[in-house]
């Protein structure tokens, strides 16, 4: 069974007339990486997905996003009924607490990080200009690095800042956090 961002690298990638070479240029990667991300023999990492939508275009909910023809003003989402993003390292799953994100102007995530969970192997993330991101703790600690100062956050510790400034977060404890992330606009 293929995973939607096989399936969405795929179709994004072949309607942009691109073939893996230059999707890859684009994105700055390898083409045999692009090409193992649509065989599903390889998970791109959260920074990835974002540099793969922007060099396909479209946004990272664009590129993650279920087919839906759910258009209200307000809606619940239940519990059972959440997104589940799993990371490629194994140790971290974003819940993705609405649907229809692309519709709207904020986009929350519920993520649960293992010790030893990061955002990404070694490489800081950037969003495009003019977003925000807001992180709450919930359980546990998190050590946000931003541009190149460290911040240690625990639980109730809150931050925000320019989604721009380059940034990664890893989870240094023992025991498991749970941090809600708010980004405006929507960028996953």
């Not at 399936?7 to 890859?24: D, E, I, M």
């Not at 359980?139 to 510790?157: N, S, Y």
């Not at 320019?162 to 404890?173: D, T």
């Amino acid at each position: 069974m293929k995973t939607r961002i096989q399936q969405s690298v795929l179709k994004y990638r072949k309607q942009r007339w691109l073939n893996t070479r230059q999707l890859a240029e684009k994105a700055g990667c390898t083409p045999s990486f692009i090409s193992q991300i649509e065989k599903g023999t390889a998970l791109p990492s959260l920074s990835m997905v974002g540099k793969l939508a922007e060099a396909l275009d479209i946004s990272v909910s664009q590129l993650l996003a279920e087919e839906s023809g759910f258009d209200r003003e307000h809606f619940c989402l239940r519990k059972k009924d959440r997104r589940i993003v799993q990371y490629p390292d194994g140790k971290t799953t974003d819940q993705i607490l609405s649907s229809n994100i692309s519709a709207k102007k904020m986009e929350p995530l519920l993520s649960v990080i293992e010790p030893g969970g990061v955002s990404g192997e070694g490489e800081k993330m950037t969003h495009p200009a003019g977003t925000e991101e807001f992180v709450l703790v919930l359980k546990g600690h998190l050590v946000f690095t931003i541009d190149d100062e460290e911040i240690r956050l625990g639980k109730g510790d809150t931050l925000l800042f320019k989604g721009e400034i380059p940034h990664r977060w890893e989870n240094r404890s023992k025991g498991r956090a749970e941090v809600l992330f708010i980004f405006t606009p929507p960028i996953w």
